[in-house]
Protein backbone atom coordinates (compact mmCIF):
# COMPACT_ATOMS: atom_id res chain seq x y z
CA UNK A 1 0.00 0.00 0.00
CA UNK A 2 2.75 2.68 0.98
CA UNK A 3 4.11 2.09 -2.30
CA UNK A 4 1.13 2.60 -4.38
CA UNK A 5 0.00 5.85 -2.60
CA UNK A 6 3.63 7.18 -1.12
CA UNK A 7 6.13 6.45 -4.17
CA UNK A 8 5.61 9.74 -5.56
CA UNK A 9 7.11 11.24 -2.77
CA UNK A 10 10.11 9.00 -2.54
CA UNK A 11 13.13 10.49 -1.74
CA UNK A 12 16.67 9.40 -2.38
CA UNK A 13 16.30 8.04 1.65
CA UNK A 14 13.07 6.16 0.44
CA UNK A 15 9.75 6.98 1.38
CA UNK A 16 9.52 9.53 4.17
CA UNK A 17 6.28 9.28 5.71
CA UNK A 18 5.19 12.60 8.21
CA UNK A 19 2.55 12.35 11.12
CA UNK A 20 1.65 14.76 13.53
CA UNK A 21 -0.35 15.97 16.23
CA UNK A 22 -3.46 18.68 15.28
CA UNK A 23 -4.35 18.92 18.97
CA UNK A 24 -6.23 22.07 20.21
CA UNK A 25 -3.63 24.11 21.24
CA UNK A 26 -1.37 26.28 18.64
CA UNK A 27 1.47 24.15 18.91
CA UNK A 28 -0.48 21.35 17.95
CA UNK A 29 -2.03 23.27 15.21
CA UNK A 30 2.00 24.08 14.62
CA UNK A 31 2.47 20.46 14.29
CA UNK A 32 -0.31 20.26 11.59
CA UNK A 33 0.58 23.30 9.71
CA UNK A 34 4.46 21.91 9.30
CA UNK A 35 3.24 18.71 8.29
CA UNK A 36 1.36 19.98 5.43
CA UNK A 37 3.86 22.52 4.11
CA UNK A 38 6.54 20.00 4.64
CA UNK A 39 4.53 17.92 2.29
CA UNK A 40 3.61 20.74 -0.14
CA UNK A 41 7.55 21.63 -0.30
CA UNK A 42 8.38 17.75 -1.45
CA UNK A 43 9.92 16.66 1.86
CA UNK A 44 7.52 13.55 2.65
CA UNK A 45 4.08 12.67 2.63
CA UNK A 46 1.98 13.24 5.38
CA UNK A 47 -0.46 10.62 6.28
CA UNK A 48 -3.73 10.14 8.56
CA UNK A 49 -2.95 10.03 12.33
CA UNK A 50 -6.43 9.12 13.06
CA UNK A 51 -6.85 6.36 10.60
CA UNK A 52 -3.78 4.58 12.23
CA UNK A 53 -4.99 5.43 15.79
CA UNK A 54 -8.38 3.77 14.19
CA UNK A 55 -6.22 0.73 13.80
CA UNK A 56 -7.29 0.70 10.06
CA UNK A 57 -5.45 -2.35 8.35
CA UNK A 58 -4.20 -0.20 5.43
CA UNK A 59 -3.06 3.03 7.66
CA UNK A 60 -1.07 0.65 9.73
CA UNK A 61 0.31 -1.28 7.15
CA UNK A 62 1.53 1.70 5.43
CA UNK A 63 3.09 3.32 8.97
CA UNK A 64 5.11 0.47 9.10
CA UNK A 65 6.04 -0.18 5.67
CA UNK A 66 7.90 3.15 4.95
CA UNK A 67 11.45 3.94 5.14
CA UNK A 68 11.14 6.83 7.43
CA UNK A 69 8.62 7.67 9.97
CA UNK A 70 8.63 11.53 10.85
CA UNK A 71 6.36 12.58 14.00
CA UNK A 72 5.98 15.94 15.75
CA UNK A 73 3.57 16.04 18.65
CA UNK A 74 2.85 19.61 19.85
CA UNK A 75 3.47 18.75 23.54
CA UNK A 76 4.85 16.36 26.22
CA UNK A 77 1.53 14.76 26.56
CA UNK A 78 2.54 12.83 22.92
CA UNK A 79 -0.45 11.66 21.64
CA UNK A 80 1.03 11.15 18.11
CA UNK A 81 3.95 8.96 19.73
CA UNK A 82 1.43 7.16 22.09
CA UNK A 83 -0.89 6.13 18.81
CA UNK A 84 2.09 4.30 17.32
CA UNK A 85 3.31 2.91 20.70
CA UNK A 86 0.67 1.51 21.28
CA UNK A 87 0.54 -0.44 17.85
CA UNK A 88 4.61 -1.20 17.97
CA UNK A 89 5.23 0.71 15.00
CA UNK A 90 8.91 1.99 15.55
CA UNK A 91 9.62 5.88 15.17
CA UNK A 92 12.83 6.61 13.65
CA UNK A 93 12.34 10.90 14.22
CA UNK A 94 10.49 12.64 16.88
CA UNK A 95 9.91 16.13 18.29
CA UNK A 96 7.65 17.98 20.83
CA UNK A 97 7.40 21.48 19.98
CA UNK A 98 6.85 22.61 23.05
CA UNK A 99 10.49 20.64 24.01
CA UNK A 100 12.47 21.71 20.52
CA UNK A 101 12.06 24.19 19.69
CA UNK A 102 10.87 25.29 22.62
CA UNK A 103 7.72 27.21 21.94
CA UNK A 104 4.86 27.88 25.08
CA UNK A 105 1.48 25.68 24.59
CA UNK A 106 -1.52 28.51 24.45
CA UNK A 107 -5.13 28.68 23.04
CA UNK A 108 -3.71 31.20 20.67
CA UNK A 109 -4.87 30.14 16.74
CA UNK A 110 -3.38 32.91 15.26
CA UNK A 111 -0.12 30.70 14.24
CA UNK A 112 3.07 32.98 13.96
CA UNK A 113 4.68 32.56 10.64
CA UNK A 114 8.68 32.52 12.15
CA UNK A 115 7.23 29.59 14.76
CA UNK A 116 6.35 27.60 11.49
CA UNK A 117 9.42 28.59 9.72
CA UNK A 118 11.48 27.57 12.24
CA UNK A 119 9.63 24.32 13.30
CA UNK A 120 10.47 23.47 9.79
CA UNK A 121 14.36 24.01 10.02
CA UNK A 122 13.89 21.58 13.31
CA UNK A 123 12.27 18.76 11.44
CA UNK A 124 14.12 18.99 8.24
CA UNK A 125 17.40 18.92 10.49
CA UNK A 126 16.52 16.24 13.06
CA UNK A 127 15.34 13.63 10.07
CA UNK A 128 18.06 15.23 8.01
CA UNK A 129 14.81 15.30 5.07
CA UNK A 130 15.62 15.98 1.93
CA UNK A 131 13.41 16.76 -1.20
CA UNK A 132 11.39 14.62 -3.11
CA UNK A 133 13.72 13.37 -6.63
CA UNK A 134 11.20 12.61 -8.84
CA UNK A 135 9.97 16.44 -8.20
CA UNK A 136 6.26 15.40 -6.72
CA UNK A 137 4.56 18.12 -4.13
CA UNK A 138 1.40 18.34 -2.92
CA UNK A 139 0.18 15.55 -2.43
CA UNK A 140 -0.28 13.35 0.37
CA UNK A 141 -0.09 9.40 1.61
CA UNK A 142 -3.50 7.30 0.92
CA UNK A 143 -5.01 4.78 2.47
Same mark, same amino acid.
Given at each position: MAEECCAAGTT?? !????? %???? #? !??? &? #???ANQVAVELTKEGYGKMFC %???I #? !?? %? /? *?? &?? /??? $?VDKLVV? $? !???? *?????ILDHLEIPVEVYLVLTEKPGLKKNK $??? %??REDIERVKEAVKQAGKLTKATDGATGSVCCS
Open positions: EN !GITMI %LSCS #G !GSN &V #GQI %LAG #G !GH %L /S *GF &VQ /SAR $DI $D !GCDI *GCSKA $DFN %LK
